[in-house]
């Protein structure tokens, strides 16, 4: 199947520990982002890659650091958790940094306890 | 700065009503706008995209307009049904290139 897959989809931690999401797109894409939708189920971004590079990088944490290996491929490594940090985080892939439209993953739930 | 607004923020209607959600954008440069669906708990399913050179775009009993000038997009949904409860979110591509920003989402309940 075409996809933009993440894993895992449901992750519960302690405060304090350090976790990775990791995301996977067969489209052939050139850009990846990291969205994060917080209890209010606003989504907003926090990172885009296109072609292994780092283009945007929003107000987050530098706890939070991304990872591309290769255009198909986009981490996002988390340091420190905090409770805060509990939220649904999703990967999405776009062509020509989104001139065709996005598609995205089906989220991680992160909980932080 | 991009900033999407839509409305209603909820929506309870019957079965068969045909029904119209908005979207706004204060910046008018942007590459496309594109409609999603989120079903609780799931992740998002793009519904529609359209380019800022169109006006319009149908995909079943859907139907999206984008006013690029007024910064104004509305999905139209036809004949309502049950399973077209979910979230809608409305999102843009703005031109500066590599950023999707989105509406808080209209919420749409259609009762049997």
């Known amino acids: 199947d075409t996809a933009v897959s993440q894993t895992p989809k449901y992750l519960v931690t302690q405060m304090g520990n350090d976790k990775s999401i990791k995301c996977e797109q067969n489209l052939g894409h050139d850009t990846m982002y990291w969205y994060k939708q917080d209890s209010k189920k606003f989504l907003k971004i926090m990172f885009s890659y296109n072609n292994k590079e780092l283009i945007i990088n929003e107000t987050v944490p530098n706890r939070f650091s991304p990872k591309s290996p290769d255009k198909a491929h986009l981490n996002l490594h988390i340091n420190s958790l905090e409770l805060g940090d509990s939220a649904v985080y999703f990967c999405?892939?776009?062509?020509?940094?989104?001139?065709?439209?996005?598609?995205f993953g089906s989220g991680t739930r992160l909980t932080v306890v | 700065k991009q900033e999407v607004t839509q409305i209603p923020a909820a929506l309870s209607v019957p079965e068969g009503e045909n029904l119209v959600l908005n979207c706004s954008f204060t910046?008018?440069?942007?590459?496309?706008l594109q409609w999603f669906r989120q079903d609780p708990g799931k992740g998002l399913t793009s519904l529609l995209l359209i380019q800022s050179s169109q006006r319009e775009q149908t995909s079943g009993r859907l139907n999206a307009s984008l006013d690029k000038s007024s910064g104004r997009s509305t999905l139209y949904i036809a004949a309502s049904q049950p399973g077209d409860s979910a979230t809608y979110l409305c999102a843009v591509t703005e031109t500066s290139g590599s950023r999707l920003t989105f509406g808080e989402g209209t919420q749409l309940t259609v009762n049997p």
């Open positions: 910046d008018s440069a942007i590459y496309n």
């Open positions: 999405a892939s776009s062509r020509r940094q989104g001139a065709k439209g996005y598609t």
